[in-house]
């Protein structure tokens, strides 16, 4: 979203891909081109200790923080712990820089106190926020947004959807508005942005009788966007299939998240195929009528889930990506020509 923002104010530098780790980030800034005036540097981590030193690397003039989730809390320990990796971001902050928080999360004070004495702009759907979501009406095809930017009221439709699709926005406006870009514009420069492979991505499957459109989610997953992808799937006015895979990472409250969803599960799937050995928990969670099959790998029920698909379905595929969702994401799109949709 920032990449699209930016591109249409200067040359703007962004990484094609998650390169957000001790590998990633240098190479990103290494190829950074001459005359560049923009650049996204993304930054994750799944282990304590390792924003900070490449915060320094990269030394940002504005620093966003999405959300902070219970993703990687089997590594961190605790939520707060999470809070405080992701607040690490901030020792990189150039004089001057610029923290955007979001201001609905519960461990804002937390990384709040993390900003010392750089400027704070919050975004989120409060009050207090100075670039707040004011209404998301998602329907199968994307999302209508309002929002408030300061004292503007701002609206753009998206070619995706979900409220939390809605949210990054914001806070992308918030960010790119934290660079001297009119929000208007930058409003204007999210009309239609679709959500890429592995994070979102909607695609047909064309067949000969008809066609699947694939949900492709691939790429990570952590109980929020599980219920967030879960969500969007439950938008589709067709047999909706849920393709999920194991959530790595939550330590020992893996086994309670993977039950957790199986409310969401049942509320918006018609029918559910899971692989790997806390997904089965979920498996046998839900509504026996939603149950397809369980695999312990992936690689073996790609098959499976390629031969029960039938034209007019909409297929969710979401895992962590050591559970290696790929396969089932290929396999499904070679049943027919798959066609980018947004």
């Given at each position: 979203?920032?990449?699209?923002?930016?591109?249409?104010?200067?040359?703007?530098?962004?990484?094609?891909?998650?390169?957000?780790?001790?590998?990633?980030?240098?190479?990103?800034?290494?190829?950074?081109?001459?005359?560049?005036?923009?650049?996204?540097?993304?930054?994750?981590?799944?282990?304590?200790?390792?924003?900070?030193?490449?915060?320094?690397?990269?030394?940002?003039?504005?620093?966003?923080?999405?959300?902070?989730?219970?993703?990687?809390?089997?590594?961190?320990?605790?939520?707060?712990?999470?809070?405080?990796?992701?607040?690490?971001?901030?020792?990189?902050?150039?004089?001057?820089?610029?923290?955007?928080?979001?201001?609905?999360?519960?461990?804002?004070?937390?990384?709040?106190?993390?900003?010392?004495?750089?400027?704070?702009?919050?975004?989120?759907?409060?009050?207090?926020?100075?670039?707040?979501?004011?209404?998301?009406?998602?329907?199968?095809?994307?999302?209508?947004?309002?929002?408030?930017?300061?004292?503007?009221?701002?609206?753009?439709?998206?070619?995706s959807s979900g409220r939390h699709m809605a949210m990054n926005a914001v806070g992308a406006i918030a960010a790119a508005a934290a660079l001297g870009v009119d929000p208007a514009a930058a409003a204007r420069a999210l009309s239609g942005f679709a959500p890429l492979a592995g994070r979102?991505?909607?695609?047909?499957?064309?067949?000969?009788?008809?066609?699947?459109?694939?949900?492709?989610?691939?790429?990570?997953?952590?109980?929020?966007?599980?219920?967030?992808?879960?969500?969007?799937?439950?938008?589709?006015?067709?047999?909706?299939?849920?393709?999920?895979?194991?959530?790595?990472?939550?330590?020992?409250?893996?086994?309670?998240?993977?039950?957790?969803?199986?409310?969401?599960?049942?509320?918006?799937?018609?029918?559910?195929?899971?692989?790997?050995?806390?997904?089965?928990?979920?498996?046998?969670?839900?509504?026996?009528?939603?149950?397809?099959?369980?695999?312990?790998?992936?690689?073996?029920?790609?098959?499976?889930?390629?031969?029960?698909?039938?034209?007019?379905?909409?297929?969710?595929?979401?895992?962590?990506?050591?559970?290696?969702?790929?396969?089932?994401?290929?396999?499904?799109?070679?049943?027919?020509?798959?066609?980018?949709?947004?």
């Amino acid at each position: 979203m920032l990449r699209a923002i930016l591109t249409t104010q200067g040359a703007c530098w962004a990484a094609e891909a998650s390169h957000n780790n001790q590998w990633g980030v240098p190479l990103t800034l290494a190829r950074m081109p001459p005359g560049t005036q923009f650049a996204v540097i993304e930054i994750g981590m799944n282990h304590a200790g390792e924003i900070a030193p490449l915060a320094r690397l990269a030394r940002p003039h504005v620093a966003l923080i999405t959300t902070v989730e219970r993703a990687h809390v089997g590594h961190l320990g605790s939520i707060e712990a999470v809070a405080d990796e992701k607040a690490a971001i901030l020792v990189g902050l150039e004089p001057g820089g610029i923290a955007v928080l979001p201001g609905d999360s519960a461990l804002l004070p937390r990384l709040r106190a993390r900003a010392r004495n750089h400027a704070v702009r919050l975004f989120g759907s409060n009050a207090p926020a100075s670039f707040r979501l004011l209404d998301a009406e998602s329907d199968a095809e994307g999302c209508d947004v309002t929002l408030a930017a300061g004292e503007a009221r701002l609206s753009l439709r998206m070619a995706s959807s979900g409220r939390h699709m809605a949210m990054n926005a914001v806070g992308a406006i918030a960010a790119a508005a934290a660079l001297g870009v009119d929000p208007a514009a930058a409003a204007r420069a999210l009309s239609g942005f679709a959500p890429l492979a592995g994070r979102g991505a909607r695609r047909m499957v064309t067949l000969p009788d008809g066609d699947i459109l694939l949900l492709d989610e691939s790429y990570n997953a952590n109980g929020a966007s599980v219920r967030a992808a879960l969500s969007v799937l439950g938008l589709q006015p067709r047999r909706r299939v849920a393709v999920l895979g194991d959530m790595r990472e939550l330590g020992w409250e893996g086994p309670d998240e993977h039950r957790a969803l199986a409310p969401e599960v049942d509320a918006n799937a018609d029918l559910l195929f899971a692989c790997g050995a806390l997904m089965q928990l979920l498996f046998a969670a839900v509504a026996p009528e939603r149950r397809g099959v369980w695999t312990e790998r992936s690689t073996d029920l790609a098959p499976i889930v390629a031969g029960a698909l039938r034209p007019g379905d909409a297929v969710l595929v979401k895992g962590s990506l050591g559970t290696r969702m790929k396969p089932i994401v290929q396999a499904i799109e070679a049943l027919g020509a798959a066609e980018e949709q947004g």
